[in-house]
């Protein structure tokens, strides 16, 4: 069984953690950019990382383009968690005019990648202010913000970790 991660062309994120997660699998992790290379093989494996091509292939995918779409916009992505696990879930608002914010909040446009674009608002002035700066005035959300020394993200391929990383 040979796993593939097809990756988006054009861009340098998740390099990293491709590169450790092949480290880390106890299967074949090949790293592909086209399927070109790709053995058509029902039995091995295709994981997409930030692409949703279509893929004329005979092999099991394992996350589909629909799902890709959903958690690339971070906003829709938190209210969909929200709505399902509000329990684990930071709480988010969706519109600065929302009563119930209680401050400090972080705030960040719908797509964002690598802490670009994250603004810590300790009250309103700072929300209004800092909302300016975003690409996009109208998609963005408003997370609780979470006081904490470390985080960490963990990385399973079969059900089994492979990876821990510290962001």
């Known amino acids: 069984i040979i ?4 990756k988006k062309k054009k861009t340098g994120l998740g390099n990293t ?17 086209s399927l070109t290379n790709i053995q058509n093989d029902p039995k091995n494996i295709l994981l997409r990382w930030g692409t949703t091509q279509k893929l004329p292939i005979n092999i099991k995918v394992l996350n589909t383009a629909e799902n890709i779409s959903l958690t690339s916009n971070k906003t829709k992505f938190r209210n969909l968690c929200q709505n399902t696990f509000p329990e684990i879930t ?51 959300y ?20 492979v990876w821990i990383a510290e962001k």
């Open 17 to 33: 953690t491709c590169r450790e997660t092949q480290k880390h699998c106890p299967n074949k992790i090949s790293i592909i950019k």
């Open 142 to 161: 408003i997370s609780q913000y979470i006081n904490k020394l470390r985080e960490f993200r963990i990385f399973f391929i079969q059900g089994k970790v």
């Open 90 to 140: 930071p709480k988010t608002w969706f519109s600065i005019e929302n009563p119930n914010i209680t401050y400090p909040v972080i705030l960040r446009p719908n797509y964002h990648a690598q802490g670009k674009h994250l603004y810590l608002c300790k009250n309103k002035e700072e929300l209004i202010q800092n909302l300016q700066k975003l690409p996009n005035k109208t998609n963005y």
């Open 3 to 6: 796993i593939y991660v097809l």
